[in-house]
């Protein structure tokens, strides 16, 4: 069974330089790929031999969601362990994939590193590129052409293909904003984008006064999206920002919740005055 929910954890320091770490070749993984098979036996693990491909997907968004947490907080030994938990996700994944008859994890292994030799042309071939751009605008070419490929309808493939819908909407925004702006549908600058949010932010009084609750919903779903063009267009991660904000907020609230304490009472039963006195307090003994 995975070990997918972790304890709180305090953020923590930055991690120690350290000496650079051997050049290593992937050889252990076939041990973690047969620890898979071992587990999905018949006399393996009853937990996992439940598991489908349906019942992990939550598992999959999580282990992403706490290896970026790893990355955010600058904790080594936490990413590592949060990427082994996210390659376990791929393998177990693999191999019921193979029992379905679909691929094993070999063949993922083998599509993603002929993926990468093809899309690095620079690298591998003849193709030339000077700069990081010019490396994502062919990129983003040749993965165009490989839809195009292996489409199975006449639909030709948009520009938007391939951004997952289940992909959190915050960062979906700033990837179609992206995409749409491959091919020149965006503002020119950040300042167009920050005229729209204002435009927006008007809307969405107009809806508000209208008491409409649909168009309240969608008035508000275009000032995120503006949001979230201006950030792009500012070079702001979005996604980050909003992170840092919640971890500022959960920070100061935890101390407001322990300076009551010390008080002898708890946040519910304190004024307003006097929890904005104390929110104010624990601002100050807080980063």
């Known amino acids: 069974m995975t070990d997918s929910t972790p304890p709180d954890r305090e953020p923590a320091p930055p991690a120690p330089t350290r000496a650079p770490v051997a050049a ?50 600058n904790d080594a030994e936490d990413l590592r362990e ?19 008859g679909w691929f094993g994890p070999d063949d993922v292994v083998a599509a993603i590193s002929d993926k990468m030799v093809r899309r690095h042309p620079h690298v591998f071939g003849d193709a030339t590129a000077g700069t990081a751009g010019e490396v994502l605008e062919a990129w983003e070419k040749r993965k165009a052409r490989e839809r195009e490929a292996k489409a199975e309808d006449a639909r030709p493939k948009g520009a938007l293909d391939g951004v997952p819908t289940a992909m959190p909407s915050l960062l979906r925004a700033v990837r179609i904003g992206d995409k749409a702006a491959r091919v020149g549908y965006d503002w020119p600058s950040a300042s167009g984008a920050r005229d729209k949010v204002r435009e927006e932010l008007g809307e969405l009084d107009e809806a508000i006064a209208s008491g409409v609750q649909e168009r309240m919903e969608d008035e508000l779903g275009d000032v995120l999206f503006a949001l979230a063009s201006w950030a792009r267009l500012s070079q702001i991660d979005p996604e980050a920002s909003l992170r840092r904000s919640l971890d500022r907020f959960t920070s100061r609230f935890r101390e407001a919740e322990r300076l009551a304490h010390e008080r002898g009472t708890a946040l519910d039963a304190m004024t307003d ?15």
């Open 82 to 100: 949060e990427l082994g938990d996210l390659l376990l996700q791929i393998v177990f994944q693999s191999e019921l994939a193979r029992a379905k």
């Open 24 to 73: 290593q070749r992937g050889e252990t993984l076939p041990h973690l790929v047969a620890i898979m098979q071992r587990l999905l036996a018949p006399t393996g693990c009853p937990w996992d031999r439940e598991q489908t491909l349906e019942t992990l997907r939550p598992f999959v968004v999580e282990e992403a969601h706490e290896v970026v947490d790893a990355i955010d907080r």
């Open 273 to 287: 005055a006097a929890r904005d006195e104390l929110w104010h307090e624990a601002k100050l003994r807080t980063r």
